[in-house]
C-alpha cells in the first residue's frame, strides 16, 4: 500500500516556473519506480516523466523535455517535477503515480502504475 500526496500546483504566467512535490507514505519509497502524469479538460490523462526507483535514470514527454525535471529525494519519501518555461498548453492536472513494476517498456502507459495522487491543478496564463 501507499498513499501518495501532491502540491504546489497553482496559477503562474507562460514562462513562469512551478515545482510540484508528491510526498510518498507506506511501501519503501526507494524501491519503486515513480512517474508524473498530467489531464487536461476534455483529454485523456499522458504521461509526463518518469524516474527510476534509485533515481539514476529519468525519463520525459517530447512536449517537455528541455523544461521539465524529475527528481526525487528517497531520504525525504519525496518526488519532485521542476517545471520550466511554462506554456498555456501545460494547462492540465498533474498526477504522481507509483509502479511497482517499473521497465523503460511501460513506464509511459498509465495502465503499468499501481497507486496514483489525487492530483495538483497548473493553470498556465497567456
Known amino acids: 500500500q501507499v498513499q501518495l500526496v501532491e502540491s504546489g500546483g497553482g496559477l503562474v504566467q507562460a514562462g513562469g516556473s512551478l515545482r510540484l512535490s508528491c510526498a510518498a507514505s507506506?511501501?519503501?519509497?526507494?524501491?519503486?519506480?515513480m512517474g508524473w502524469f498530467r489531464q487536461a479538460p476534455g483529454k485523456e490523462r499522458e504521461f509526463v516523466a518518469a524516474i527510476s526507483a534509485s533515481g539514476s535514470s529519468t525519463y520525459y514527454a517530447d512536449s517537455v523535455k528541455g523544461r521539465f525535471t524529475i527528481s526525487r529525494d528517497n531520504a525525504k519519501n519525496t518526488l519532485y517535477l521542476q517545471m520550466n518555461s511554462l506554456k498555456p498548453e501545460d494547462t492540465a492536472i498533474y498526477y504522481c503515480?507509483?509502479?511497482?513494476?517499473?521497465?523503460?517498456?511501460?513506464?509511459?502507459?498509465?495502465?503499468?502504475?499501481?497507486?496514483w495522487g489525487q492530483g495538483t491543478h497548473v493553470t498556465v496564463s497567456s
Open positions: 503515480a507509483a509502479n511497482f513494476r517499473f521497465t523503460i517498456t511501460t513506464m509511459t502507459s498509465r495502465k503499468s502504475y499501481d497507486y
Open positions: 507506506g511501501r519503501t519509497f526507494s524501491s519503486y519506480g
